[in-house]
């Protein structure tokens, strides 16, 4: 036997048939026979996108600053509860509601900050870390990439707000002995609507600017709109202008203090600029909530239309 045969033999003997008869009794889905694969639909995409954006929240400072701001409520509650010269600073009532609205006196201008950290440069850092570029040639639609990173600052400012809120709850509670529950809750819906017509407005904004912004929005929410609507009264000398100004979205945190019962101290530039120029400007927010969530909601989604727009028109 020459070798040639010798090694044809030998190569022969190693070869095992590993045909699996038992694939044969698979069913169509089993083989993924006849499977038809489609792109996820909107409502899965946006989810994947908002859950991204959540995760991104833990490693930035918006989610280090809020913490602290909660963890610091109970350490300033009972910090000025013990100096005796800073107890003006918190009503004394046997009313829940109220001793809530006194803790809760920074919320206007917490959750103007808050939102502007969070919106102010969530897409412009997305172009500009080219994180954008990778995302949006996927089968993502804009709409969806969109709306997920906006659901997830609303989410995180919103719980904080709700956060606040129930601590607030907490730290009263214990020396009380009214709660007006549907008052409470009516306030935090319309504080909740001010947060959502705060991240529209600052989210619409970071479309526009190239490198984003916290400053500008913050500027434009805390101090530009409650400004003009100070001063226009003042030209005009109407009450209905001074009325229909009342009801401008940037006081919907005033308004929702206001239900509650204690206005004496908030920490807002209405509450500020009215103790400068006291008795020279007669201006008041708004009193009806209804009133007040309907504007912030109209022209949150107002803002958030427009800024879809061009996102919808950038080039990418």
């Known amino acids: 036997m020459s ?11 190693t070869i ?7 694939s044969r009794d698979l069913t169509d889905h089993q083989a993924h026979r006849d499977v038809v694969y489609a792109l996820p639909s909107k409502m899965s995409q946006t989810m994947q996108c908002y859950f991204v954006q959540m995760k991104r929240y833990t490693r930035q400072r918006v989610m280090v600053l809020s913490s602290v701001l909660l963890i610091l409520m109970p350490v300033i509650y009972y910090a000025i509860k013990g100096i005796y010269i800073l107890e003006w600073l918190l009503p004394t009532s046997a009313v829940t509601n109220i001793a809530i609205a006194g ?3 920074f919320m206007p201008i917490l959750i103007v900050l808050l939102s502007c950290i969070a919106c102010g440069s969530i897409l412009s850092q997305e172009f500009n870390e080219r994180t954008a570029f990778l995302s949006l040639p996927l089968p993502m639609s804009r709409s969806s990439f969109y709306m997920g990173k906006f659901l997830a600052a609303f989410t995180l400012v919103g719980g904080i707000v709700a956060a606040a809120y129930g601590i ?3 730290l009263t509670m214990t020396g009380t002995d009214r709660t007006y529950t549907w008052d409470l809750f009516r306030s ?5 609507c001010f947060v959502f017509f705060c991240c529209s407005t600052t989210y619409m904004l970071s479309t526009k ?10 500027i434009l929410l805390f101090i530009v709109l409650p400004l003009i609507a100070e001063i226009v009264p003042v030209f005009f000398k109407m009450d209905v202008i001074s009325k229909i100004l009342g009801y401008l979205p940037c006081f919907g945190a005033e308004v929702a203090l206001n239900m509650l019962g204690y206005t004496n101290v908030v920490i807002s ?3 500020i600029f009215s103790n400068i120029v006291h ?3 007669d201006f008041s927010v708004g009193g009806n909530p209804i009133i007040m969530s309907i504007v912030c909601i109209l022209s949150g989604a107002l803002f958030l239309f427009l800024g879809y727009y061009v996102v919808k028109r950038r080039d990418v």
Not at 3 to 13: C, D, F, L, N, S
Not at 16 to 22: A, F, K, L, R, T
Not at 188 to 192: G, R, T
């Open 168 to 170: 607030a709850m907490l």
């Open 279 to 281: 008795g020279l400007i």
């Open 103 to 105: 803790i809760l006196s």
């Open 3 to 13: 070798r040639k045969e010798k090694k044809a033999k030998k190569v022969k003997k």
């Open 269 to 271: 530039f209405n509450g």
């Open 209 to 218: 600017l190239k490198r984003g912004s916290t400053m500008l929005p913050f």
């Open 16 to 22: 095992v048939d590993s045909y699996d008869e038992s």
């Open 188 to 192: 935090l819906m319309v504080s909740l």
